[in-house]
Nanobody, 117 residues
Framework: QVQYVESGGGLVQPGGSLTLSCAASGIMFEVFHMSWYRQTPGKEHELVATARTSGSGGGLRYADFVKGRFTVARDDANNMLTLQMNALKPEDTARYYC????????WGQGTQVIVSS
C-alpha cells in the first residue's frame, strides 16, 4: 500500500525558510521520479519540483516560480524526499504534497505552509 507522510510545514515570515520532508512507503522508491506539489483552496495541485531517479541521471526540475529559491533532494536509502524552501513569499502559501511523478498515486495529508507577516 502506497503511503506518503509529509511534514515540516508551518507559519513563516516572508523571506524566511522551511524544510519539508516526505516519508514514502509501499513503493520501490529508488526506481521512481519523485515530486513535490502544492495546492491552494479551489485550485488543482501544481507541480513544484521533481527529483529524477539516479538511474536516469538524478536530474532536478523546478517550476519557474520556485527556481533559485527551492531545492529538492532525495534519499533513496531512507525513502525520503525533502524540499528546502528559502526566500519564501506569501504566494507560496499552500498545502504541500509529495508523490511519484507519473503514477497518479492517492494524495497524502500534505503539510501546510503559511507565509505571512
Amino acid at each position: 500500500q502506497v503511503q506518503y507522510v509529509e511534514s515540516g510545514g508551518g507559519l513563516v515570515q516572508p523571506g524566511g525558510s522551511l524544510t519539508l520532508s516526505c516519508a514514502a512507503s509501499g513503493i520501490m522508491f529508488e526506481v521512481f521520479h519523485m515530486s513535490w506539489y502544492r495546492q491552494t483552496p479551489g485550485k488543482e495541485h501544481e507541480l513544484v519540483a521533481t527529483a529524477r531517479t539516479s538511474g536516469s541521471g538524478g536530474g532536478l526540475r523546478y517550476a519557474d516560480f520556485v527556481k533559485g529559491r527551492f531545492t529538492v533532494a532525495r534519499d533513496d536509502a531512507n525513502n525520503m524526499l525533502t524540499l528546502q524552501m528559502n526566500a519564501l513569499k506569501p504566494e507560496d502559501t499552500a498545502r504541500y504534497y509529495c508523490r511519484r511523478t507519473t503514477q497518479g498515486d492517492p494524495w497524502g495529508q500534505g503539510t501546510q505552509v503559511i507565509v505571512s507577516s
